[in-house]
């Protein structure tokens, strides 16, 4: 063990449970002011009052909804497989409370006279840690899905389970840039690595990357598709009711603030202060640091709710095809760029100007390839639109390549035909008008 893990599992255990009972008391007063102000925030941006009865501000509604819930009626489906229905819901929330157990708050602290950290625990692989509970917290919503006995709810779980895959692995590989600068898994490491400067700046794409997977991992809109009340009624938690769905409430809310939380651990320096405050020594001292992480944990947690008053949902097909076709290839695009700029600069020992060139070169050409792809691929696909008119060549009365057929009660459930493809009967995809003359298109 090195010494900065020196300071972890010497605590007195009553210091530990100070710290276990810290985290738990945070964690359920953000889950409250998230469900507040996200009410209030999208009613101001809806043109609304929102909660404004209960408390100063409204601010004990949510406080009263978990009474309310609480004293709810509780309804079990008849075919529920009960042992599974039951322990789904303790599954998701208790993952959500675990994974914040590796998230440092703050510096080292003097607390009833012992010299301590302001973070429950940390190990070599801290990172990892987050990620394998993370993926611990979804069979609560497979399950949940599964044993319900409702066809809405078991789509929702599978959606959710295909969701996980999807986005887990794009946000996995952004973590990979983060872990090569800082040389460590370990979340106060990489805290202290941030010291010159945030990842945020450095590690611009893996930021963005990250910052788009944590919402398509807490199942938020506009990625809300497992729980999409259009489609499944409810989602996974159709057939849950009082507590239960209480704590699949909680798990979602906290699940953001834990995201949220490593956000600004890997790429926002942590509990470090931001400057120009940072110039002040006693800016990343004491207790004050927990005030620098709290803001950027909220600013987060705004980043969340705005989305949520502002961008429709996703089409399923096209939130699939952005993580598989985009986010993926784009973070192991930019951890080459990473690792190739690494052993440039330490290896090869070449200056920064030549480094940009070596690599700025091939990242512009790529670029450049990628927004023209479609325009290329129009062009070299057979009976693709000609140079000449702008449309598909037509022979014969139909097209080179004819739309594939499906079966839309295949399974038993209508479904929509995707594009390319055509409905039974129907001999091709509906005609595209293009204006040739420049009256049509001025009409």
Known sequence: MTDSFAPFGVDPWWIVAIKVLFVFVLLVVLTLLAIWGERRIVARMQQR??????????????????VKLALKEEIVPAIADRTVYWLAPVIAATAA??????????????????QTPLQLTDFPVSVLYILAIA??????????????????????GLRSTAQMISYEIAMGLSFVAVFLYAGSMSTSEIVTAQ????????????????????VGETNRAPFDLPEAEGELVGGFHTEYSSLKFALFFLAEYINMVTVSALATTLFLGGWRAPWPLSLWEGANEGYLPILWFLIKVAGFMFLFIWLRGTLPRLRYDQFMNFGWKVLIPVALLWIIIVSLARVLRTDVALSVTTSILVLGIPVALLILLALFWDALRARIRPGGPSAATGRDDVEGGSAHHAAAEFDPFAGGHPVPPLPGQVMPGATSPPPVLVATTTQERDA
């Not at 009865?53 to 949510?62: A, I, N, T, W």
């Not at 409370?97 to 012992?114: D, E, L, N, Q």
């Open 49 to 66: 009052i929102g909660p404004n009865r209960v408390g100063p501000f409204g601010l004990l509604q949510g406080l009263v909804d978990g």
């Open 97 to 114: 409370f675990m994974a914040f157990a590796v998230i440092p708050f703050g510096p080292t602290v003097s607390m009833f006279g012992y």
């Open 135 to 156: 993926s611990v917290g979804i069979y609560g919503i497979v399950l949940a899905g599964w044993s319900s006995g409702s066809t809405y709810a078991l789509l929702g």
């Open 195 to 214: 010291e010159r400067v945030w990842y945020a700046v450095l590690l611009l794409p893996s930021f963005l990357i990250y910052v788009t997977s944590m």
